[in-house]
């Protein structure tokens, strides 16, 4: 006969058990990567009008995402998306035209068009989303 100390026992190890394999598959994943999943599906963040009219499409909450799309100063044709998170201390960085670059407010961090840092304390690069303009749409992959 099992006592009831063993059964509990057991049943919280067979639970311990059950569970680990969504802990191990959590863990694989790499949030800090730097680009998005390229399984999501394109998502309308702003017209090609809109764009054009104020520099930048900034999202702060498309799905979670905190987005700022910019024309690409290579490919005028082409569009950039990036996390408008600073990864250093995770204020919003607005695109300064002028510049040429997103521009953390906080500590001065700043990311060049692609969100490659340029300057500054960030330790990694902004995350970036695939971006395209689809008629007068601008589309992000989210």
Do not use: Y
């Not at 906080?106 to 500054?120: K, L, Y």
Request: glycine share 10%.
């Amino acid at each position: 006969m099992i006592k009831r100390r063993e059964f509990t026992n057991l049943l919280g190890l067979g639970l311990l058990v059950s569970s680990l394999p969504v802990a191990i598959a959590a863990c694989q994943s790499d949030p800090s990567s730097s680009t998005s999943s390229a399984d999501g599906e394109f998502v309308a963040i702003g017209t090609v009008a809109a764009l054009d009219t104020e520099g930048v499409l900034a999202n702060s909450d498309l799905q979670g995402n905190n987005l700022a799309v910019i024309r690409n100063p290579n490919a005028p044709e082409s569009v950039i998306a990036v996390s408008a998170v600073c990864t250093h201390s995770g204020c919003t960085v607005p695109w300064n035209a002028e510049q040429g670059v997103f521009a953390c407010p906080c500590h001065g961090g700043r990311f060049n068009p692609d969100g490659t840092v340029a300057d500054g304390p960030p330790p990694r690069p902004l995350t970036t989303f695939e971006a395209k303009i689809d008629g007068d749409q601008v589309l992000v992959r989210i």
